[in-house]
């Protein structure tokens, strides 16, 4: 009798405070974000250690540079090959008007690799496309693909600035990050097909895609 | 990446601000990870003590107003550590050397109340965690309903709101949502551990 008091009187506490349950669900889904990039570092590891031995073994036949060659990188080797962000976004493309300055103090934030300080300030400019795109680099650059990939969507639907080529190309990069290998094709293909300056790249990665 | 400060984070984690949380599980959580793993824990057993430590100090900060002048980082994996040392006693280990060390270090930070508090916060976080995962996992009808009744609604309101055509009904209803609940919870390997605080 006392323990099913007891189960009551704490199963009301815990659902009457919707605040902490609130909590919960974000350490939850911060913890499943986080240990994804734990896995996802090992299993590049790992991919990079297999890939080790083979050179070795290799070498001793006197085949490496045949092999170096013929070989198809990883998709995290080929998100890292693709990955870049271009600084001049700001200064040339959007013009020095949209700077103000949480804005440069985000990009100083990001040019100092302090990823998570970056995205707090260029959030507080979430009706500025060049921030959210920013955002969405910052959240790439913490292997944190699923809030990039929404920030690159922000700029998409948004539909009225000049980042959606390349918010196009960044969400088929997130998806070749996360071996979502069907859906990156299915992006790149419809970069290739809108010949923007992206077409070209995005014609490339999609041949590298294993 | 900067440091954010202490107090920052405190605030953060009562606010619920998901870039404080991100920010704390990248810094702190793989120490609290590597401890536990290399003391006889699991992947899920480093997860949910790391998660009752931060209510715990949720707890603490909202309704004690906690100060931590000796850094977050350490506060935490000592929460974490005596948590899992608590557990680890429980079944049989000997680990009363460490936990003593650890009381007095936090002694000597000026922490020694709030870390005397904090072991049976943590455990009572421990059985909300379990409340809370099997309540997610229930419909949305009986999760609204339970809500309901932990607020305090009477039968009548809860037919009310839900229009069903009885009170007997709605009695009923509430009656399998709550024990759909009680047996989920109960079945949890994890329930009996926490069942002596």
Redesign the interface.
Known sequence: MADELR?QQ???????D???????????K??F???YVYSFTSKWKLQAAAAAVVIMILAGGGVMFNYLQNSNPGNLALYEQYFETGNDIFTVRAGESILNNTIEEGMN?YN??????A??LF?ENSNNMAANLYAGFSFMK?S?FENAEYKFNEIIEDNNNLFIDQAEFNIALCYVATNNLEKAKQMLKVIVKEKTVYSEKAEKLLSNIQ | ??D?STEQILDG?VN?N??I???V??QF?AIVRNYILNHGGR?DDA?DI??DG??AI?EQRKNKNLKIESGFGTYIYAVCRNKWLNLRRNSGKLVYNEMEDLSNEMEKKGLGNHFREVEELNF?EA???I??KH??TLSEECRKL??M???GLSVKEIQLRFNYKSEGFAYKKRSICRSR??KL?KQDKNYNTYEDY
Do not use: C, H, P, W
Not at chain 1, 20 to 26: P, V, W
Not at chain 1, 112 to 117: E, F, R, T
């Open positions: 189960f704490e199963l009301n506490e815990t659902l009457s919707s605040q902490k349950m609130q909590i919960r669900r974000t350490l939850n911060t913890y974000k986080t240990s934030a100092d690799k302090d990823y998570l300080q995205i707090m959030n913490l944190d | 990446m900067k954010i984690i619920n998901s870039f949380i991100q920010y599980y990248k959580f992947e997860r790391f998660q931060i209510m949720y009572k059985r909300a965690r409340y809370q309540f997610d339970l809500r009744m932990a607020e609940l009680g919870i």
